[in-house]
């Protein structure tokens, strides 16, 4: 049997050293999450609806691209490697990629796309509804030739890919399938966040990472 490590707080620190010293880079489904936060004061007498008092707005980096914020703040370098559009959310995301300290350089825009924008309006730290802006058709061949040969050239100074998959076209089976051969070929770690709905055949990847509901989707297992 192996033996069992535990994470004391000095082992812990010695990851942290280890992962500054290694480039990872991260791709996937790159978004912009928006929040409005404001008061309700009334109903609208138009509909039974909640009237919101704009407050104030915010902004962070979601899904693949808060994966490269979230190894940044763990003083790990990343590289964020995906495909979103030419718009306003997609320089926002970028400027906060780059506040990050996230190397956004690699980042494809390209007007064939929008960006994935999900707006949260908040009242009273409760959500009162969520509005996605996005597109969810595959990437064009093209573009998924592009995006595999940026994270080809970059693996010469990097050794692990990380894949957030939100069902928003960037991860297909032949992507996937494209970075494991090359992630063999190149010796590089392939780690997967999976959205069980696509049934993409995860064989040869290093770790997968579901949550609870995702994992037993996966196994074809009631919860």
Not at 98 to 121: E, F, G, H, Y
Not at 148 to 167: F, Q, R, T, W
Not at 177 to 186: E, F, I, M, N, Y
Not at 195 to 222: C, M, Q, W, Y
């Amino acid at each position: 049997m192996a033996e069992r490590k535990t994470l004391t707080r000095q082992r812990a620190r010695n990851i942290l050293n280890t992962t500054a010293k290694r480039t990872v880079l991260v791709t996937g489904d790159a978004m912009l999450d928006q929040f409005l936060w404001g008061n309700v004061l009334r109903i609208s007498p138009e509909a039974p609806v909640p009237v919101v008092e704009f407050q104030r707005e915010s902004f962070m980096p979601g899904g693949a691209a808060n994966v490269a914020r979230n190894l940044t703040a763990l003083n790990c370098p990343a590289q964020m490697h995906s495909v979103v559009g030419k718009d306003d959310a997609a320089k926002k995301l970028r400027a906060l990629l780059k506040a990050d300290n996230v190397d956004c350089k690699p980042l494809i825009s390209d007007a064939s796309r929008q960006t994935s924008c999900k707006t949260r309006i908040i009242a009273q730290r409760q959500q009162v509804v969520r509005v996605d802006r996005e597109s969810k058709t595959n990437l064009e061949p093209r573009l998924a030739k592009r995006l595999l040969k940026s994270i080809d050239n970059s693996l010469a100074k990097a050794k692990a890919i990380v894949i957030g998959d939100y069902g928003k076209g960037v991860v297909t089976q032949k992507f996937l399938d494209d970075l494991k051969a090359l992630g063999q070929r190149r010796g590089a770690w392939l780690s997967l966040d999976p959205k069980p709905v696509h049934s993409l055949d995860l064989r040869g990847l290093s770790l997968i990472t579901p949550n609870r509901k995702e994992a037993f989707e996966l196994a074809g297992i009631s919860d």
